[in-house]
C-alpha cells in the first residue's frame, strides 16, 4: 500500500536524484524541506514525480517495500520512470555525448555532487561520510545478509548498496583522489557531512560540593589508563575516554567561565553537570547554576555527590530539585540523577555513562572536513610563550600551519598542544587543543575560524578591534554612579543595586552587611557582590565595573590606584566614616530617593585692596589671584581664614565696563549681593554647587 508520506532520500532514489538535488527540486516547487530524512506527502511527491517526468502521471511511489526481505531494494521497483541514469555499468548503451542524454531528465549532476568514499572505506569511514550512527549502517548491512564491524572495510559494491539504502549519492574513488573541495565557510552545513563528535560538558554547582573532585577523578583516571606516567598540562578542558567513546569536560569549575562566555555569545557547552553536595542540598550557587543552563538552553544531569557521608540524603536533594523543575526520571520525570562520591569514586563510571547517554540522544555531529571553527575557552599571557589560547574546535578540524582568526587575535598555528603536553598535528571537533602564537590575547568566549591565509586573518582581526574601540566608548558612556543607577531602577531596567563593601574591621563590616541586608527591598534589591576588611582596592574597582556596581567603603579610602582606575571606569565610590548616612544613601537609593550629592567647585579668589561705595551698594576693588571671578557665581567672603559671608557675585566691572568675567591677573570691582560690610586684605572666593558622584 502506497504511504502516506515519504521521505526525501525515498523520492530521490526513486527518481534517481541526489537527495540535495531533490531538496532543491522540491523548493522550486515550493515544497521546503530540511534535509535527506524530511518526509512529503504523496501528493508533493507526485508533483516531482510529474515536473521531472514531463507531466505524466506519476507512478506508484518506491516506499519501502513490504515485501520480504531476500531482495535487497537494490533498485527502484517501479520501472516506469525514467530510469534512475545511476552510473550504474550495466545502463544500456549510454551514449558518447552525455548531452545527448540531457533532455528531460536529471542526470549526470548527481555524480558531480557525490560524496567521495575512499575505496576499501570502514564501516566507521563510510558512516561518518554519509552521516549515519555506525550501528545503522551495520544493521543494514546485516539485512542484506552481510555481517560487519565497525573496523572492517566495504567492497565497492556493499558501499553503493549501502549508498542506495541510505539515499546518499556516492563515488568510491581511490584515497588519493580523496580531497574534498573545501566547504565555503558561509554556506549551511551538509547534512551528509555531518559525522558524530563528543559532548562538550561543564561541571557546575554550589562551592565545595565536589565539581573539581569530579573533574580530577576523571582526568587521573584518564591518565592512569591512556599515558602511563603522563604528562599534564591545565589547558582549560581535557578528555576522557571510555569504552571508544570521548568526553571533552571543561576544565574550570564553577559557572564563571560559562557565565563569561554566555556573555560573549558563546555557546561550547553541550550539556551541563549539576553537582549537589547529598549532606548540603541545593544552595544558592546550585539555583544560579541551574539558571545558567537553562539560560543557554544546555541539558542538565545531576551529581549528586558525598553520598558516602553519613549525613548524605540524595532523597532530599531530589526534592529540592523537583521543586526547581528538575523532576527526577525515578519519579516519572526527565532528568538523570546519579549518586555518586567522587572522593571513593563510587557510580563515577556510570555518571560517565550517563553523559554519555545524554549525549547521545542530543545526536550531536559536525562536519570534520572542513576548515575549522569553534571558541577561546580560556586565554592568558605566558611568560615564556607569549599569548596563549586554549581553542574548542566545533567544526572542521584544525592543523598546525592554518592561519587563524579570534575575535580580535590572529594567529598562524604553530604548534597544537593537548591536554597531555603533547604535539599534535591537528584536532577536530569537540577537541581542545592549546595554541600559542597571537598576536594577542584573545579573549575566552571569542570564536575562532581558520581564514584563508595570514592576510585575511590579520585584516578580519583588526577591523575587529577597531569595531571593539568603538563599542568601548559606548560603554564608557554607560552610567554606573549611584545617581544613574538608580534612574535604571526606576525604570526598571535594573533588577537591583548591586553593591561591594569594604570596612576597617571585620565587626563593622558584618554590623554593616547585617544591616544592608535587613533594608526594605521591596523595590529594588541589593546584591553583595564582594564583601571585605581593608582598603577599597584596585580589584574591588576591576569587579564593580564588571558588574555595573558601586563601591562603599566604611571607615576606608580607596587607594591611589583604585581611584585612578574608577575614575577611568566610572565606577562610583562612596566613602563614608558615619554608618547612618552611609545607610542612609543606600536606603534612600533603593527607595528611589537618592538625591544626587552636591559639591562646590572653586572657580577662583581675589584680594581686596581697594573699597568703593556707590548708589548701589559697596564695591570692591580686587586683584584676581586664582581662576576667574564669573558675575552670577557664588562667593564666600574670607577673613583671616574664616568665611564671613556667602552669596552671589552680582556686579563685576573692568574699568567702566560690565564683564561677564576677570582672569587671574587682572584687576576687576565686584559687588556681592546684599553685604556692603567689605574689608580691605578680605578674600572673595568664588564657586559653583556641581551635581556629582561622590568619590
Ligand atoms: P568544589 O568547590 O565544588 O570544586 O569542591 P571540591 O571538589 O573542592 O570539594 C570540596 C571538598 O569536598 C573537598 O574537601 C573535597 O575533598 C570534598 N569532597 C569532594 N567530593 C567528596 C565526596 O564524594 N565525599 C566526601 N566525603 N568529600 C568530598
Not at 602511563?228 to 571510555?242: E, F, L
Not at 538523570?336 to 547521545?360: C, F, P, R, W
Not at 526598571?492 to 535587613?518: M, R
Not at 589671584?625 to 557664588?634: A, L, M, P, V
Amino acid at each position: 500500500m502506497p504511504m502516506a508520506k515519504m521521505r526525501v532520500h525515498e523520492l530521490a532514489k526513486e527518481l534517481g536524484l541526489s537527495s540535495k538535488e531533490a531538496i532543491a527540486k522540491l523548493a522550486e516547487l515550493g515544497v521546503e524541506v530540511k534535509s535527506h530524512s524530511s518526509s512529503v506527502s504523496e501528493a508533493e511527491a507526485d508533483r516531482l514525480r510529474s515536473t521531472l517526468n514531463g507531466g505524466a502521471p506519476a507512478p506508484a511511489p518506491a516506499a519501502k517495500p513490504a515485501a520480504p526481505p531476500p531482495e535487497p531494494k537494490r533498485v527502484p521497483e517501479a520501472e516506469a520512470p525514467p530510469p534512475a541514469p545511476k552510473k550504474t555499468p550495466e545502463a544500456e548503451a549510454p551514449p558518447e555525448e552525455p548531452a545527448a542524454v540531457a533532455e528531460p531528465g536529471p542526470a549526470e549532476p548527481a555524480v558531480a555532487e557525490a560524496i567521495h568514499i575512499s575505496r576499501g572505506a570502514t564501516v566507521e569511514e563510510f558512516s561518518g561520510k554519509i552521516g549515519q550512527p555506525p550501528n545503522q549502517v551495520i544493521k543494514t548491512l546485516l539485512s542484506m545478509g552481510t555481517m560487519k564491524t565497525i573496523a572492517q572495510s566495504l567492497t565497492d559494491e556493499e558501499i553503493e548498496l549501502l549508498a542506495m539504502e541510505f539515499g546518499a549519492s556516492v563515488e568510491v574513488v581511490s584515497p588519493e583522489e580523496d580531497t574534498e573541495v573545501e566547504i565555503d565557510l558561509t554556506e549551511a552545513e551538509d547534512p551528509s557531512t555531518l559525522l558524530a563528535r563528543a559532548p562538550v560538558v561543564t561541571v557546575m554547582g554550589h562551592v565545595d560540593h565536589g565539581k573539581s573532585s569530579i573533574l580530577q577523578h576523571f582526568r587521573k583516571r584518564e591518565m592512569l589508563s591512556f599515558e602511563a606516567g603522563g604528562i599534564t598540562q591545565a589547558i582549560g578542558a581535557y578528555q576522557v575516554h571510555s569504552n571508544g567513546k570521548e568526553v571533552t569536560f571543561i576544565d574550570t569549575p564553577g559557572h564563571e567561565a560559562f557565565t563569561q562566555m554566555r556573555a560573549r555569545g558563546a555557546q561550547v557547552t553541550d550539556l551541563a553537570v549539576l553537582v549537589v553536595a547529598a549532606d548540603d542540598g541545593v544552595q544558592p550557587q546550585t539555583v544560579e547554576a541551574l539558571d545558567h543552563a537553562r539560560a543557554a538552553g544546555v541539558p542538565v544531569l545531576v551529581a549528586v555527590n558525598k553520598i558516602d557521608r553519613p549525613e548524605a540524603d540524595p532523597t532530599r536533594v531530589r526534592q529540592q530539585l523537583a521543586e526547581l523543575g528538575l523532576q527526577p526520571e525515578e519519579w516519572g520525570g526527565d532528568t538523570v540523577y546519579v549518586d555518586v562520591s567522587a572522593k571513593n569514586g563510587t557510580n563515577m563510571d556510570q555518571l560517565l555513562e550517563m553523559i554519555h547517554l545524554i549525549a547521545e540522544l542530543q545526536e550531536l555531529k559536525a562536519n570534520p572536513n572542513t576548515s575549522a571553527r569553534g571558541v577561546a575557552i580560556e586565554a592568558h599571557l605566558d611568560k615564556g610563550r607569549g599569548a596563549v589560547a586554549t581553542l574548542i574546535v566545533q567544526r572542521g578540524t584544525l592543523k598546525v600551519g592554518d592561519p587563524v582568526v579570534c575575535g580580535s587575535a590572529w594567529c598562524r598555528v604553530r604548534a597544537l598542544t593537548d591536554e597531555n603536553a603533547q604535539h599534535v598535528e591537528s584536532v577536530g571537533p569537540s577537541d581542545p587543543v592549546q595554541v600559542t602564537g597571537w598576536s594577542k590575547v584573545p579573549q575566552a568566549g571569542d570564536d575562532f575560524r581558520v581564514a584563508k591565509d595570514e592576510r585575511e586573518a590579520k585584516h578580519i582581526a583588526q577591523e575587529r578591534e577597531a569595531k571593539f574601540r568603538q563599542a568601548e566608548l559606548v560603554a564608557a558612556s554607560k552610567p554606573r554612579t549611584l545617581a544613574d543607577l538608580l534612574s535604571l531602577t526606576q525604570t526598571g531596567e535594573i533588577p537591583g543595586l548591586n553593591l561591594v563593601v569594604k570596612a576597617d574591621t571585620q565587626g563593622s563590616l558584618e554590623a554593616l552587611i547585617d544591616t544592608l541586608e535587613k533594608l526594605d527591598q521591596t523595590e529594588v534589591s541589593i546584591n553583595i557582590l564582594r564583601r571585605g576588611v581593608g582598603a577599597i582596592s584596585e580589584n574591588d574597582v576591576t569587579l564593580a565595573a564588571a558588574s555595573g556596581a558601586i563601591v562603599v567603603g566604611f571607615n576606608v579610602r580607596a587607594d591611589a590606584s583604585a581611584r585612578q582606575l574608577a575614575e577611568a571606569d566610572g565606577v562610583d565610590v562612596r566613602p563614608y566614616e558615619v554608618i547612618y548616612q552611609l545607610l542612609e544613601d543606600i536606603e534612600q537609593a533603593t527607595k528611589g530617593l537618592l538625591a544626587p550629592e552636591q559639591r562646590e567647585v572653586v572657580l577662583g579668589s581675589a584680594e581686596v585692596r581697594a573699597l568703593f561705595r556707590t548708589p548701589r551698594g559697596v564695591i570692591a576693588g580686587c586683584y584676581v589671584t586664582e581662576g576667574q571671578i564669573i558675575r552670577g557665581s557664588k562667593a564666600r567672603l574670607i577673613r583671616e581664614g574664616a568665611i564671613v559671608y556667602t552669596g552671589d557675585v552680582s556686579s563685576l566691572r573692568r574699568f567702566r565696563d560690565d564683564v561677564r568675567e576677570v582672569a587671574s591677573g587682572f584687576e576687576c570691582g565686584v559687588g556681592i549681593e546684599g553685604y556692603n560690610d567689605i574689608k580691605e586684605g578680605d578674600i572673595i572666593e568664588t564657586f559653583e554647587v556641581r551635581e556629582v558622584a561622590r568619590t
